[in-house]
């Protein structure tokens, strides 16, 4: 008799499992931009480069760059719910750490830490919600789940001014921590102790692990990060600083977080995912030499990328599940945040160090330009067939 596959309880209870998903993604979400807003504090407090916050911001991305391969590969095979616990719980403590440094080496060890619990958290939910919605409404159901991340931006964004000058900028993280706590209740009540069997059959199991396809999409998704992470990183300081510029920068958020849904449900009507990530890192490169040749302003710039943040990380959930086996799901998720976390440590890091080296923002905006136009090409080789 062939092993029963749990995708049938999970579509049940899919809208739960994506509620529990977006609570728990919104917490590493505001997490994750707690950053931005400090800069001013954390550079005066702990006598920071530009470089040096660089490497801070995408310091969460360091355990992604190797252990996201190997855990998504686990995520397969190890119990759910547990594997959930022990994800939310690190993030917990790393945002405690942060939240408590005395040093810059232990603001890094404890963004660290919260990026191991934070990648353990993105691959489980996204491998949950690709079977869940397996069949039906799974290009919405990611376009709602990548909506918690500009959520998150928009949260911090808007109310860090108020949150720090109420609670100091350690109670401000202290805080995020308590939202953290908030999402494991949730956790355990829907998300099941393991997945049962998911139907393993010969052809789900044999040939390669990283086809062509799956290795561009990585690529793709790398490029994009590293532009895109560096943009809400030093948007804000090329905007003008201060509460209105972040404010400005956060119209990114708005846009997306308003079309991800949008952009969902046409893929789930009628396809072509690739051309959407081509689409969208296109309009990022155009946006980008724009910026870098003086000739965009804050704002309309920020609604310009709003718009490929919508499209290109939509469109690329929602293909893991249609280039791979549903065996080796939670591998394909690792193995492209592998690639795009390494993108998130670069290129803030690159983008600082060319702002420390030539005073201007031009040539950092027109190199990441540059990536974002390499990231479509490789879009590209995820090649036709796989857009719908």
Known sequence: ???????????????????SALLSFFAVAVTFFAVPPLVPELARRFALSHLEIGILMGAIAVPAIFLSIPLGAAIDRWPA?????????????????FALAPSYAVLLVGRILFGIGGLVINLLLARLITRAFAGRELALAMGLFNATYPAGMIVMFSFHPR????????????????????AIPLHNLVVPGRLGGATRLVEDTVGPRVTRPLAALAVSWML?????????????????????????????????????????????????????????????????????????????????????????????YSLPGRLVPAARVGFAFGFITAFSNLGTLAGPAAAGALRDAVGGWSIPWATLAVLALLGAIAALLVGPGRES
């Open 224 to 316: 994009f990060f590293a532009a895109f992470a560096s943009v809400f990183t030093f948007a804000p300081e090329w905007a003008g600083g201060g509460p209105q510029a972040l404010l400005t920068v956060t119209l990114v958020t708005w846009v997306s977080l308003l079309l991800n849904p949008v952009v969902g449900i046409l893929i789930d009507r009628w396809g072509h995912a690739v051309r959407w990530v081509v689409c969208g890192e296109l309009l990022l490169a155009v946006v980008l030499g724009l910026m870098a040749a003086g000739l965009l302003a804050p704002v309309p710039a920020m609604l310009l990328i709003g718009l490929t943040a919508a499209s290109v990380p939509t469109a690329t």
């Open 163 to 182: 949150l720090v000058v109420a609670l100091g900028w350690r109670g401000e993280l202290l805080v995020l921590a308590a939202l953290v706590l908030l």
């Open 81 to 97: 719910r547990a594997v959930g616990n022990g994800g939310l719980l690190a993030m917990v403590v790393g945002s405690v750490i």
């Open 1 to 19: 008799m062939p092993p029963v596959d749990a995708t049938p309880d999970l579509s049940r209870r899919r809208w739960l499992i994506l509620l």
